[in-house]
């Protein structure tokens, strides 16, 4: 077999930070994509995640990495969205990470989610880098196409320097306001003791080499000292997206995070009833570098180690839901199995109420989203659920007292056919859109214009 039983895990690094600060872009520029520019609403709104091979990294990195120095066969890098409402999402990108990347917009500084992520890499241990993005709006910025930091600076005039320093000084002030130690990377001796702050731009791969440098030392020396972990024990995942694969039907993209994964055996997943157990048909492994919600190109494989994402073709996955644990049983019970699934779900639990509205959407992290951002309006919720609008979610919607709660918010799922034609006869009103804060936005107008 080529598949050592002891090999280093790949590291898991989640790319956190506030909305629109550069976390798809720096990825984007890393991996050689162009992911953010196909976002709606220029926001990402789901968990994405990107297996970026130790080649690629040196090649970026040039002299900052040598591929000798490392035995870790490369990076999984996990982006997460930034906007306000996707609270849970972030927590659940922060807790599967071996180390962060926290996104600060040079300009813009610390702001709410920015602490959040910060809070949740204080809580769960994590260490983390921090990366202060779009240096390159420096007012009388000199662009240094792809260049390290030092040989940036050396090309800046000193306004322009100094006014990058003032910037990244708040930057390092406002971190010791949050409880950490940190200082400009090169100053930093012991990265798990002090956070090191790294300048870097998106737009001009400046400080890039200098990012993924500090990133292969860190996870490095943390996989070393606490990630000796067995990647042949039986695989634990997260469901990113449900989908429709030609030749292969229902199909699951998953984020393994642990163990492995073989062709043949039984898994249990989420569901939208109960766990679903059934069989791997295949696994279908995305390209290096390309991220596994836009890849459309699998290579079939017989077993995945963690940490990968995957595309896992079973039978009987159409109810199986985003955001869903998925477990390989392997040598356990399954009953064991199937309860250790039913706990993870009773986790992530919607709050409704008697009275209120009804919310259908594509993932469970979409559905916490929309939950945090109807809860901010102080809009109930009568349900809640993962999936396509359905004629049942149109009985529900009408079973509402308040006229203003006869609706339904759906948001990135589509509208079954014979849902559609029961609207029109059962007064319910359908609010539907891709982009979370739009759908909240034209519900509370609707409102508005209702009790005028
Ligand atoms: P969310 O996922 O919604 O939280 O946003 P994000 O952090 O992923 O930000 P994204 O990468 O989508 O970038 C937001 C905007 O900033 C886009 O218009 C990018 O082109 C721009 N941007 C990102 N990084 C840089 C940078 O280094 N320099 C400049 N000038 N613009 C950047
Ligand atoms: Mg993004």
Redesign the pocket.
Known sequence: SDTTPTALRTPIVAVL??????????L?TIRGSAV?EG?AG????HIGATAVPLETISDMAGSLVDPEDFDLPGLLFI?????HSFSTLRSRGGALADIAIV?VDVNDGFQP?TVEAIEILKRTGTPFVVAA?????TPGWNPQEGAPIQQTYEAQSSRARSMLDENLYEIIGDLSDNGFSADLYWRVQNFQKNVGVVP?????SEGIPDLLAVLMGLSQRYMKEEMQIDVTGPGAGTVLEVKEERGFGTTLDVVLYDGSIKEGETIVVGGKNDPIVTEVRALLRPRPNAEIRTEKRFERVDEVTAASGVKIAAPDLEDAMAGAPVRVVRDRPVDEVIAEVKRELAEIEVETAEEGVVVKADTLGSLEAMANALDEAEVPILRAEVGDVAPRDVAVASTANEEKHKVILAFNVSVLKNAQEELDKAGVKLFDDDVIYQLVEEYEAYVDEMQR
């Not at 220029?42 to 709104?45: E, R």
């Not at 993005?133 to 709006?137: F, S």
């Open positions: 930070g506030h909305v629109d600060h550069g976390k798809t872009s720096l984007d953010s976002e220029a926001i990402t709104q982006d997460t969205p930034g906007h996104v989610q993005n779009k240096i390159d709006t870097s731009s998106a737009m001009t």
